[in-house]
């Protein structure tokens, strides 16, 4: 912010010098810079990235031991460790952060192909109040993964994860609520909005398409135009 152009070297020159002195949001930061989330730059490393969110982890920082648990069961950064993956989620989350459900059930979805354990993790971070794990929960019951397909569960999800303010949520929900025999459009339109206005292109694009229907009444192209070119 206080350069004309992004200067990562500046920004890793301070950030070094308050985690050398103990400040840990500084051991994220750098960790997060190293991992590309600033951007691509030559400085991404994912070795680096590891090194500092372990030194955040080992000092109490919990979204740290969230990516650490998730590095160690399916990164290439070091070799994947299981065992340890798990416990420091299971810290994560005995600190709070209930993104390590998300992440552990991430892990038996995608890495070991357990649908069955996935759900069982995403409903427990559904029933701690994280939204994306609502969000998956939701989408497992909608497709019967793991479990028996059970559309009002899912959409009693959906409406809790929208409520917790995601935006793919609403989405999901003006996608359901459109495919009714009835659908009750300005609901839909509603649940529509709100994710166009979280920015999401898909939703904005899906709102565009909305306005050009002549589903409110009557077809608004230049309002479509407006979310067409967001």
Not at 69 to 78: E, F, K, T
Not at 125 to 136: V, Y
Not at 171 to 176: D, I, Q
Not at 177 to 203: C, F, Q, R, V
């Amino acid at each position: 912010r206080l350069t004309p152009e992004p200067a990562p070297e500046t920004a890793v020159k301070w950030w070094s010098k308050a985690a050398n002195a103990g400040d840990v949001q500084s051991m994220v930061l750098l960790g997060r810079l190293y991992d590309g989330q600033f951007g691509k730059t030559p400085l991404v490393n994912a070795k680096t990235a590891f090194e500092y969110f372990i030194k955040a982890a080992e000092k109490g920082d919990s979204a740290a031991m969230v990516a650490v648990g998730v590095r160690l069961l399916s990164s290439d950064v070091s070799a994947s460790d299981e065992k340890k993956g798990i416990e420091w989620l299971n810290k994560a989350i005995k600190a709070g952060n209930f993104a390590g459900w998300l992440a552990l059930g991430d892990y038996q979805a995608n890495i070991k192909n357990d649908p069955k354990a996935a759900l069982g993790f995403y409903d427990k971070g559904a029933e701690a109040g994280h939204a994306e794990c609502m969000l998956k929960s939701a989408s497992f019951h909608m497709e019967g993964k793991g479990t028996k397909k059970d559309t009002e569960r899912a959409v009693e999800l959906l409406g809790k994860s929208a409520q917790a303010g995601n935006a793919q949520a609403h989405l999901f929900l003006a996608s359901s609520i459109m495919s009714e025999e009835k659908p009750d459009i300005g609901k839909a339109y509603g649940h529509l909005l709100t994710a166009a206005n979280a920015g999401m292109p898909l939703a904005q694009n899906e709102l565009g398409l909305f306005y050009l229907s002549g589903k409110m009444g009557v077809a608004d192209i230049s309002a479509a135009l407006s979310w067409f070119g967001r």
